[in-house]
């Protein structure tokens, strides 16, 4: 990983950080939208501009590709890149959960 | 067949926000906006006085027919196009969280769409004045006359008029840029 997409992706935005985690799996836009509405309560909603934006961005960034294009919708999956800066991400998240309930960081 | 009418009114690129307002004024008045024609024209057609949500995207481009399939899956109608911007409408009615009835969900997205209107409508604006209005003045004083005098004037007053609105919509595009940066 560049250290240019280190400075973009690490720590990387709420929004960015849930549609990176969703396309673990193969997923259109709205899609990954839905998915993040029900997993969060409705509590983060992701706009279609927003989504439109970050995925084309992701996409540049080689942090996901397309897989497949279905009735007009893209279909997207992180690629190894994209894991492995996810996988940077949720170690990030873990030491910052860890450490904010009082418990124990062990590395 | 409904009736129609066509107003004129013209937008600055930092006046995105005002149009939406004016777009959904006339849909409440019972004007449902069917055509944008560059640079100024807009044609409404007469329909059931609602309460809608406008929003404008801008692109400066032609987009791909997956842009348009997204903003439909979210229930976003697309209702034209012009100079760089795709309007969309959604009723207001079928928003029930205030979230739904916006495009972008982030500061972050906000604010990208503010840095490509300066960097792509802004920015050529510059280098066209400072490359072609500028360096004409300077050519203008090597004949004289009657058209070289009217020629500088006119020159003079387009110069004025540039300035004015350069300055005018490169301040309100900070100030909304700064509204945003300091929200957050």
């Not at chain 1, 450490?99 to 960081?105: A, D, R």
Request: hydrophobic share 40%; net charge neutral.
């Amino acid at each position: 990983m560049d250290e240019r997409l280190g400075r973009i992706y690490v720590p990387m935005s709420e929004t960015a950080f849930y549609i990176l985690f969703c396309l673990q799996e193969a997923q259109h836009g709205y899609g990954i939208g839905q998915a993040v509405k029900e997993m969060t309560r409705d509590e983060v909603t992701i706009g279609p501009g927003t989504m439109y934006g970050t995925l084309s961005k992701m996409e540049k960034d080689g942090l996901i590709s397309l897989v497949n294009e279905v009735e007009k919708r893209k279909i997207y999956k992180a690629t190894d890149l994209g894991k492995e800066i996810l996988e940077i991400e949720l170690k990030r998240i873990r030491r910052l959960y860890i450490n904010s309930t009082g418990g124990e960081y062990n590395g | 067949m409904a009736r129609r009418k066509t107003k004129i009114k013209f937008f600055t690129i930092a006046d995105y926000e005002e149009e939406e307002r004016w777009l959904e004024e006339e849909h409440r008045n019972g004007w449902r906006l069917v055509k944008l024609i560059p640079p100024v024209f807009f044609i409404f057609e007469e329909t059931k006085p609602e309460d809608y949500i406008y929003k404008l995207d801008y692109k400066n481009k032609e987009m791909p027919n997956d842009y348009f399939q997204m903003f439909k899956d979210y229930g976003w109608e697309y209702c034209g196009y012009s100079l760089g911007w795709n309007c969309f409408r959604k009723a207001a009615s079928q928003v029930r969280a205030e979230e739904e009835g916006e495009i972008f969900s982030d500061d972050e997205s906000k604010l990208d769409m503010i840095k490509y209107l300066m960097l792509t409508r802004l920015l050529p604006l510059l280098i066209i004045f400072f490359a072609v209005l500028v360096p004409g003045i300077g050519r203008l004083r090597l004949t004289e006359g009657f058209i070289v005098i009217l020629s500088f004037i006119i020159y003079v007053l387009a110069g004025v008029l540039y300035i004015y609105v350069f300055v005018r919509v490169g301040l309100r595009l900070w100030q909304m840029r700064n509204k945003i940066n300091n929200k957050s």
